[in-house]
T-cell receptor, first 110, second 115 residues
């Protein structure tokens, strides 16, 4: 399977702490994207990083990509209770095909 | 609200019945995707359209599933002779491919329960 897999499966932190989640994948990709999903709702796009990029920032989010290790990480700084959600990485390979991992469930305690 | 709408939001049906879901994408988006998501899992790709052409179908999409996108606008996903294993959230996403960057905008999903 070409699916990305997130690690850890679940993460519980206190408000104000940083949260780091990782994604590993198996084949060469065109880009990798991170999505957030609040309980029982649709997914919201957070950030896209291309295969020739190593790091991107968006607000409190920082994404890194290491194509040699076929892995990516998502860092959420100064977490808030509203960040509680499931986070998925989606890898695009072979153009137009997206594969999602099973997600990291983040719980930020107030 | 991403601008992608799906109807109905919830559907309960009995095994063996047919169901149809509708997705209205963002109007200028040329690509439309269907995914299925079960509890605790990420979305699984089912099929996608470029305008009105259905370009790819996953092996997950059995003969009981059919999708259409007439005129390249809204799309429908029909499941015939539903089975309990079809119970899942069905997600639609639309996108505009530009210079190799494609961000998918997801609808809220249709939650299907087959009794």
């Amino acid at each position: 399977s070409q699916q990305g897999e997130e690690d850890p499966q679940a993460l519980s932190i206190q408000e104000g702490e940083n949260a780091t989640m990782n994604c590993s994948y198996k084949t060469s990709i065109n880009n990798l994207q991170w999505y957030r999903q609040n309980s029982g709702r649709g997914l919201v796009h957070l950030i896209l990083i291309r295969s020739n990029e190593r790091e991107k920032h968006s607000g409190r989010l920082r994404v890194t990509l290491d194509t040699s290790k076929k892995s990516s990480s998502l860092l959420i700084t100064a977490s808030r209770a509203a960040d509680t959600a499931s986070y998925f990485c989606a890898t695009e390979y072979n153009f137009n095909k997206f594969y999602f991992g099973s997600g990291t469930k983040l719980n930020v305690k107030p | 609200d991403t601008g992608v709408s799906q109807n109905p939001r919830h559907k309960i049906t009995k095994r063996g019945q047919n169901v149809t879901f509708r997705c209205d994408p963002i109007s200028e988006h040329n690509r439309l995707y269907w995914y299925r998501q079960t509890l605790g899992q990420g979305p699984e790709f089912l099929t996608y359209f470029q305008n009105e052409a259905q370009l790819e179908k996953s092996r997950l999409l059995s003969d009981r599933f059919s999708a259409e996108r007439p005129k390249g606008s809204f799309s429908t996903l029909e499941i015939q002779r539903t089975e309990q294993g079809d119970s899942a959230m069905y997600l639609c996403a639309s996108s505009l491919s530009y210079r190799g960057k494609e961000t998918q905008y997801f609808g809220p999903g249709t939650r299907l329960l087959v009794l």
